[in-house]
């Protein structure tokens, strides 16, 4: 048995070390052959120097696999022959490993671009893999130009995809466009993607602005709502603002002014809201003020957000801060005002420690004042996160506490998150004689497939404000799921749950127990969106009167495909159907239906549509607000926005009623930048055009700095004036330019202005040369299905400029100024190493009104490696047994692992095609096979420099070679095929 790895990787190389072994002497010389795929090359071999009068001798071969062999199993063969007809024959298999390898490469990439430029973008997409793909192009933020799909894109082979990038309009004078492709593999979860960005400046400067402006909204809102079948109307204006006061970002705003309260239905905001928050930081000081209606939320067991009327205050320095608040609630009757605050510590950005107190005058049997204190610690790091709070309550000399703890962990393919809330019967914060207990354990077991168990038990009595619309039934619930990720679009989900379900509302619309297996699978596609759910089961109602230790059959599907049947249109529907006795008071089974509808419009940013309907839900989905019919229509045009709503909403009550009520509202704004100071410091540009070559004019040339030009005068001068100290961008209008002309320095040209001051520019301009050359391509077209892609830098130590080779391998470089420059040809792609270039770096003198010639040659490498003269020290335990030599053969994907030395393809192996082919020979590989026989001879043979074998590191039990993989494999029960009865064997080592 050959000592060969049972798996490689397409394109590395492996070597086939065996003993010949005689129960006499050898008396004649032994021929060597071995049956490999073609596109495999023998690359070099070890021989016996010694054969006649020897009882055993070792051959050592090194094969080569082709980068772009196909996966699977290849059956080889190794053949000995002598001279007087003797034959053995020696199968052995190797596993070629699957390797998907997409390069995307852009061809050529601009350094710069301006607002509303539209690019073109070629990309090169590479296969280096041995898998033939299909892929899908996305452009992101553009289109691809063409067809985006890539179908059978064969191993070494390679095409071209052109994408188009609008750039946008920013605000400012420069900014960094990102922009880049995306392609989608068949079955593959993580799409390969390219990004890059430029600099884009400006086409206009914006406009100089004397004044420092804060921006406000003001509008109003106008409802129509129907309680029962009485139409009530509102009108309240909107106005709110929030940004910076100051340049330097220190002072910071945010108000909203919302009313007068019409109709007090919470869920559509259409209570009064007047609110005023004020920041202000610099270094390590931060101190915020906010007065009015705001959002209370000290911590989980305290107060958990609580909207009231009141003030804030918070202050920091350094790692110490205090914060204290005031408040009435609003929609809290039970409720009547709150105080307290906090003292924290910040030990460093992932740890804060915090004392906290609260206050509040509430009622449980009679109105009296509750005092709570409580210690928080909160640690967040990437992979965990950790949130701890223990509190007291005391109210009428009665004592108790709470606590909460969350925890979240993920560590490698670990994951988990734990959820624990408890207070006592006499503990009256947020929650109330509750507790909660949720825990999540998933392992990834590889990069598709999740497992995970989950546990929950909750029975929480929160404190329920009026706009929090939730009755917060009781739950216990314990699932075991699996999740399988088909692909990036593609995904299934299949659980097993045990449930009980209780409203905690009296009276109680649904009590009962059930479980089921549940399916899940989900498609997000460009075209088609689809969310299915199926589950079957059995439940019981616990709220029948008849026989409750009846269970009845429960059968749920649920389906909602989503079509573009636009491009900026989506058509939807909604099915469910319930078949269930959890719901019924006789404890039946019942069939319920629900359907609905949906539409979108995501036209644009300028203008958006949405509808959504739906017939009905179960009863267990009515403790929180949902709605049956929603609509909008969105409308920005610059500074006016126009927003029209309208629904028909399900509001669950405290008082377990539920409102169902039509309604509309149309909201206008208009979008205002009040100014709040002057601005000061404005500055300028004063530039003058030199030459740096005769027979040029100064005059006439055009200057522009964004949508601003100025042409220059006779003495070439130019300015620019009454500009906000920004970043600004300068160039020359080329029409003014003589033809051959052009500035020695890079355009466009930064300007960074201060204020109060002027700044002195520099533009001279000079003649220009050409570069022109040819790329000269030594390769066999029986070797490579195409020629590399090649790219030509042209540079010097302040710039660079690039150019791409044409059809007819040809190149010019137009407008180069005069001196030194470094012309440098390379390969675009994956596969640089497989190519070489002769003096792909050269040096060049461009002059004035002159051309300048370079040709590059480029070869295919021939992939090579070396191996030491000396021979292994084995050890012999008597005659038929060899103590084992391990070998490490490591698999590599990369080419450039292997030397290259110039070894030519034979490696001094001479080919024979006169070894007849067996009936028995492998089918199991569509390659084409070829016998390469391995003359052995009795006396070493001569090397030349190119040839020459180096074995290296090479010790009594172990020979280690770089690029080889672990992999000795024993077996001495192998079949033999024998033309005649030989006089030795082959063993492994």
């Known amino acids: 048995m050959v000592n060969i790895p049972k798996r490689i990787a397409p394109g590395s190389y492996f070597n086939l070390v065996f003993d010949v072994e005689s129960a006499t002497t ?26 006649i009068g020897e009882k055993k001798v070792k051959y050592i071969i090194s094969i ?93 082979e390679s095409t071209k995809i052109l994408s188009k990038f609008l750039i946008p309009e920013g605000e400012t004078n420069s900014f960094n466009f990102a922009f880049g492709i995306k392609a989608i593999l068949k079955d593959s979860l993580k799409p390969i993607t390219f990004t890059n960005s430029i600099l884009v400046y400006s086409k206009k400067i914006k406009k100089t602005e004397l004044y420092n402006r804060f921006p406000i909204n003001v509008g109003f809102w106008s409802t129509l709502y129907f309680v029962g079948n009485k139409p009530k109307y509102s009108i309240q204006a909107d106005i709110n603002g929030k940004g910076y006061l100051d340049k330097n970002n220190r002072h910071y705003l945010n108000f909203n002014i919302f009313g007068p309260t019409n109709i007090n239905i919470p869920i559509l905001a259409s209570y009064d809201v007047y609110s005023l928050r004020y920041r202000y930081g610099k270094n390590k000081f931060m101190s915020t003020v906010e007065f009015g209606d705001y959002n209370l939320q000290i911590n989980q067991l305290m107060e958990n957000g609580r909207f009231g009327r009141g003030v804030n205050f918070e202050t920091r320095y350094n790692k110490i801060g205090v914060y204290a608040f005031y408040t009435k609630p609003r929609f809290f009757d039970e409720q009547k005002q709150t105080f307290g605050g906090s003292l924290y510590y910040l030990l460093n950005p992932k740890l804060r420690l915090s004392i906290d107190y609260s206050s509040k005058y509430t009622r449980i049997k009679r109105y009296g004042w509750v005092s709570l204190v409580g210690l928080t610690a909160n640690y967040k790091t990437e992979k965990f996160n950790f949130e701890s709070e223990v509190t007291g309550s005391k109210y009428s000399k009665r004592y108790d506490f709470g606590a909460y703890t969350k925890v979240a962990y993920n560590i490698g393919r670990f994951g988990f998150g734990g959820n624990y809330i408890y207070t006592g019967k006499e503990f009256y914060g947020f929650f109330r004689n509750s507790y909660l207990l949720s825990n999540n354990v998933s392992v990834r077991i590889s990069k598709k497939i999740v497992l995970g168990v989950n546990a929950n038990i909750m029975r929480l009595n929160p404190s329920l404000d009026a706009i929090n619309f939730t009755t917060s039934p009781f739950n216990t619930s314990y699932m075991g799921y699996a999740g399988y990720n088909i692909n990036q679009n593609n995904n299934l989900n299949l659980s097993y749950v045990w449930q009980n379900n209780e409203d905690r509302m009296e009276p109680k619309r649904f009590f009962y127990q059930q479980e089921f297996a549940r399916l899940s699978y989900n498609l997000n596609g460009r075209k088609v969106i689809l969310w299915y759910e199926g589950r ?45 006795s959890r719901f019924s008071a006789q404890n039946q089974l019942t069939n319920y239906f629900f359907y609905g509808a949906s539409f979108r419009l995501p036209i644009n940013n300028n203008f958006n549509a949405f509808l959504n309907y739906r017939s009905n839900y179960a009863l267990d989905e009515l403790t929180q607000a949902q709605s049956l019919l929603y609509a909008t229509v969105n409308l920005n045009l610059k500074k006016h926005s126009f927003q029209l709503l309208g629904g028909k909403t399900i509001i669950p009550s405290i008082n377990s009623t539920v409102l169902n009520d039509l309604y509309f509202v149309l909201k206008y704004s208009y979008r205002l930048n009040a100014p709040i100071s002057r601005v000061k410091n404005l500055g300028s540009i004063q530039g003058q055009i030199a030459l740096t070559s005769e027979g040029l004019k100064k005059d006439g040339i055009v200057i522009t700095l964004g949508d ?36 020695n320095l890079k355009l466009p040209l930064e300007v960074d202005i201060k204020g109060d001051s002027t700044k002195q520019i520099n533009l001279s301009l000079t003649k220009t040369g050409t570069i022109a050359g040819k790329i000269l391509f030594n390769i066999d077209d029986d070797e490579d299905k195409g020629k590399p892609s090649v790219l030509i830098t042209v540079s010097n130590d302040t710039e660079n400029s690039y150019t791409r080779v044409n059809k007819d391998d040809a190149f010019s470089c137009k407008q180069v100024k005069p001196g030194k420059w470094t012309i440098t040809a390379s390969i675009i792609g994956g596969n640089q190493d497989d190519y070489s270039i002769t003096d792909a770096t050269q040096s060049i003198d461009v002059e004035a009104d002159g051309t300048v010639e370079v040709d590059f040659s480029i070869e295919k490498n021939k992939r090579t490696i070396e191996f030491n003269s000396s021979t292994f020290n084995l050890i012999e335990e008597k005659y038929t047994k060899v103590s084992s030599v391990t070998k490490e053969n490591s698999v590599t994907k990369e080419k450039n692992d292997i030397k290259e030395n110039g070894v030519n393809k034979e490696n001094g192996v001479n080919k024979e095609n006169n070894i007849s082919k067996e009936d028995n020979d492998s089918k199991e590989n569509n390659d084409s096979w070829t016998n390469k026989t391995l003359p052995v001879k ?46 030795f064997t082959i063993i492994s080592i």
């Open 26 to 51: 050898f008396k004649e010389p032994m021929t060597l052959s071995l049956k490999v795929p073609d596109t495999w090359e023998i690359i070099s071999q070890k021989e016996p120097e010694v054969i």
């Open 64 to 156: 080569n696999t082709s980068a772009f062999s196909p996966p699977g199993t290849i059956t080889s063969r190794i053949f000995i022959n002598t001279t007087s007809g003797y034959r053995i024959e020696k199968p052995f298999q190797i596993q070629v490993l699957s390797v998907r390898r997409i390069i995307i490469s852009p061809i050529l990439l601009p350094e710069s671009a301006k607002e509303g430029d539209s690019l073109k973008i070629e990309y090169l997409i590479e296969n280096r893999g041995n898998v033939k793909d299909n892929l899908k192009i996305e452009a992101l933020n553009g289109k691809v130009d063409g067809n985006a799909e890539i179908n059978g894109l064969n191993p070494d």
């Open 536 to 580: 079957l089961g059995k439940a019981k109602n616990l709220l029948a009167f008849d026989d409750p230790s009846i269970i009845k059959q429960n059968i749920s599907n649920t389906i909602q495909p989503e079509v573009r049947i636009l491009p900026w249109a989506w058509a939807g529907i909604y099915l469910q159907h319930d078949r269930t």
């Open 708 to 743: 601003r030009k100025f042409v220059s005068d006779k003495d070439g001068k130019f300015y620019f004036k009454n500009l906000v100290a920004d970043k600004y961008y300068i160039d020359i209008d080329n029409a003014s330019l003589p033809k051959g002309v052009i500035t």
């Open 938 to 983: 009795n006396s070493k043979p001569k090397t030349t420099p190119k040839t020459k074998s180096i074995v290296k590191d090479v010790k009594q039990t172990k020979n280690t070679s770089k690029n080889t993989s672990k992999n000795t494999n024993k077996n001495k029960n192998n079949k033999q095929i024998l033309k005649k009865k030989p006089n």
